[in-house]
């Protein structure tokens, strides 16, 4: 019980979610520093600060800790009534990337399942967010380094293995029929927990390709649990995510991938002439390893007032499709999500922006991600 005796639990999606609660943690009478309290809450990366109407404006500055990088502050108005609401603020360290989900400009939250999981979805993106930081990719590199030196110097033998080969058997059964080797079957390889690697050239997707020197020769790794891209002359990570987040791909046989991811982002890449059948093994891992898809690319015509026939919410999602319209004939579905509108990727367009798109373009293509089997978005 030396972390107290209660805390709260819940599940989002595929994640396991445990809170450190001040209240709940042990509590030293005559003691100033409290720091059976401090020491969890100060080491964790992203807080949560909750707030009673007319409570006084919170700081982060009233914290001093090395580790906490953001801070979400909710605050209740009109508790304890059928109109509750919240208004969500967020603070963090200059080098967290951005993270989504976004707060609307209104800030105003109805209580209820909709902003439990908005919340539960800004807490996880901010600790992943956190920890791409600077300070963290630092710590995280030199942690890796220490396992590897110590793997290294401590867990290496000089000593030769002798060979089952040249050893005899200790009982021999004459009338026992000899055991045939059984086949590995072919791309059992796929399967595999480690992870499978390729050469590829790699260029974020968000920057526009008016260059060679964009690209980065690389190492493509795809284990059963996260996707990495190393750069091959330094050895460094340049790209790194989990393959739970790996959302949809678009891919050519002519040696091309588009690999999206999170909110929408992607990576381009492709490989070497004469290595296209690369592209197709590494669609394979990724169907075997990752929930994605294959995207698809949607020609969308207007109907006579000039609409395209379907909504769709900030973030991406389809909401409605209109029947009997042109959307719905190119095969456009409720839940499905848009990552790229005119060839533009979405993550990098603001909802204005989107809307003029989608208005204004005379020739309107959109890619998306299907929606799951059963119909639900993919996020």
Request: one cysteine or more; aromatic letters at 8%; hydrophobic letters at 35%.
């Amino acid at each position: 019980d030396s972390t107290g005796t209660h805390s709260l639990y819940t599940t989002y999606q595929d994640y396991e979610i445990m809170f450190h609660v001040s209240t709940m943690l042990p509590y030293t009478p005559n003691n100033r520093q409290q720091l059976l309290r401090k020491r969890h809450i100060g080491n964790d990366i992203v807080t949560i600060i909750f707030q009673e109407p007319g409570a006084l404006p919170f700081t982060p500055r009233l914290v001093r800790s090395q580790f906490q990088h953001v801070f979400i502050v909710v605050r209740v108005h009109s508790s304890s009534t059928d109109h509750t609401t919240y208004s969500v603020a967020v603070s963090c360290t200059e080098d967290i990337p951005h993270f989504g989900p976004s707060i609307p400009a209104e800030n105003c939250f109805l209580k209820g399942p909709a902003f439990r999981d908005l919340l539960l979805a800004k807490v996880i993106n901010a600790e992943n967010a956190a920890e791409r930081s600077g300070k963290f990719h630092a710590m995280a590199t030199r942690t890796r380094q220490e396992y590897l030196r110590d793997l290294a110097l401590n867990h290496v033998t000089t000593s030769t293995l002798e060979s089952s080969t040249s050893r005899r058997p200790l009982i021999t059964l004459p009338a026992a029929k000899k055991r045939e080797k059984s086949k590995v079957p072919k791309g059992a390889e796929a399967h595999s927990a480690g992870a499978l690697v390729w050469g590829v050239w790699a260029r974020d997707g968000s920057k526009e390709p008016n260059s060679k020197t964009l690209e980065l020769r690389c190492l493509l790794g795809i284990s059963s649990e996260f996707l990495v891209l190393i750069e091959a002359r330094e050895k460094r990570v340049v790209f790194n995510c989990s393959c739970r987040d790996v959302l949809a791909w678009t891919f050519l046989e002519s040696c091309t991938l588009d690999l999206y991811y999170e909110t929408g982002d992607y990576i381009c890449m492709r490989v070497d002439e004469g290595q296209a059948s690369d592209i197709r093994d590494i669609v394979h891992r990724l169907q075997l390893v990752t929930r994605g898809c294959e995207t698809r690319e949607l020609t969308l015509l207007r109907n006579g007032v000039g609409q395209l026939g379907f909504q769709m919410d900030h973030e991406g999602f389809v909401t409605e499709v209109e029947r009997f319209t042109f959307a719905e004939k190119a095969g456009l579905q409720p839940g499905a999500r848009l990552v790229r509108v005119c060839e533009r990727p979405l993550p990098g367009l603001t909802p204005p922006q989107t809307a003029e798109l989608l208005r204004t373009a005379k020739k309107v293509t959109i890619t998306v991600v299907p929606p799951d089997e059963n119909g639900r978005p993919r996020r």
